[in-house]
T-cell receptor, first 114, second 115 residues
Framework: EAGVAQSPRYKIIEKRQSVAFWCNPI?????LYWYQQILGQGPKLLIQ????????DSQLPKDRFSAERLKGVDSTLKIQPAKLEDSAVYLC????????????FGPGTRLLVL | AQSVSQHNHHVILSEAASLELGCNYS??????LFWYVQYPGQHLQLLLK??????LVKGIKGFEAEFIKSKFSFNLRKPSVQWSDTAEYFC?????????????FGTGTRLTIIP
C-alpha cells in the first residue's frame, strides 16, 4: 500500500511571501492531519479533517494559515504571509477514521523562511 | 488539555547497553499511548502502542513499553541497543474521552548509539 505523499520536500522562501504544501493521504483514509514540527520539538497538530470537514483547527494560526480538503482526498496547507518562526517541518498524517488506529505519517515538507 | 513530557532530551549509549526513555503524560481520563521513532532522513514510524489490556506492550525491533497508570508513565525500554537504533523517539498520547483521535506529542529524545 502506498504511503502518505507530500510535496514539495523542501522549500525556502523569504518572510512575507506565501507558500503552499500538498498532501495525498493513504487511499481510503478519511481522516487527515497537518502537524508543525519545529526543530527540537515534537509535532504539534495544526488541523484535523474528517473527509472534507474540519474536526479540529484550534491550534491553527488562522490569521496566516489556511487549509482545505475540498474533495475529501488530498489537502493543501497554505501560509500567507510567512514569518521567520514558521520555519519548521510540516507533516501530514492519515487514518481510516474508523476507530482506534495508528496514524501514518508522510515524509514532511521542510520550510525555511529567511 | 493533555500534555506529554519527555525528560531525556539526548541520550548517548554504547552498543549492547540497556535503554530506558521516560515518558509522562498529564490527563486523568482514558488514554491511548504511542511511541514513534524517526530514523535520520526518514519519516515518523510507529514503534509500539497501548490501547488496553496488558500494560506491558511489545513493539518492533525488540522495544517494549510499560504503562503505569498510577504514575501516568509509559517508559520505553530495550535490553540491548544497537547502532541502528540511533534515532529520535517521540512519545504521544491520545486522550480518548474527547472522542477524537488527536495525538499530543512530547518534545522527543534523541538517542545516539556509539559503536
Amino acid at each position: 500500500e502506498a504511503g502518505v505523499a507530500q510535496s514539495p520536500r523542501y522549500k525556502i522562501i523569504e518572510k512575507r511571501q506565501s507558500v503552499a504544501f500538498w498532501c495525498n493521504p493513504i487511499s481510503g483514509h478519511a481522516t487527515l492531519y497537518w502537524y508543525q514540527q519545529i526543530l527540537g520539538q515534537g509535532p504539534k497538530l495544526l488541523i484535523q479533517f474528517q473527509n472534507n470537514g474540519v474536526v479540529d483547527d484550534s491550534q491553527l494560526p488562522k490569521d496566516r494559515f489556511s487549509a482545505e480538503r475540498l474533495k475529501g482526498v488530498d489537502s493543501t496547507l497554505k501560509i500567507q504571509p510567512a514569518k521567520l518562526e514558521d520555519s519548521a517541518v510540516y507533516l501530514c498524517a492519515s487514518t481510516s477514521g474508523r476507530g482506534l488506529e495508528t496514524q501514518y505519517f508522510g515524509p514532511g515538507t521542510r520550510l525555511l523562511v529567511l | 488539555a493533555q500534555s506529554v513530557s519527555q525528560h531525556n532530551h539526548h541520550v548517548i549509549l554504547s552498543e549492547a547497553a540497556s535503554l530506558e526513555l521516560g515518558c509522562n503524560y498529564s490527563y486523568g481520563g482514558t488514554v491511548n499511548l504511542f511511541w514513534y521513532v524517526q530514523y535520520p532522513g526518514q519519516h515518523l514510524q510507529l514503534l509500539l502502542k497501548y490501547f488496553s489490556g496488558d500494560p506491558l506492550v511489545k513493539g518492533i525491533k525488540g522495544f517494549e513499553a510499560e504503562f503505569i497508570k498510577s504514575k501516568f508513565s509509559f517508559n520505553l525500554r530495550k535490553p540491548s541497543v544497537q547502532w541502528s537504533d540511533t534515532a529520535e523517539y517521540f512519545c504521544a498520547v491520545n486522550a480518548m474521552d474527547f472522542g477524537n483521535e488527536k495525538l499530543t506529542f512530547g518534545t522527543g529524545t534523541r538517542l545516539t548509539i556509539i559503536p
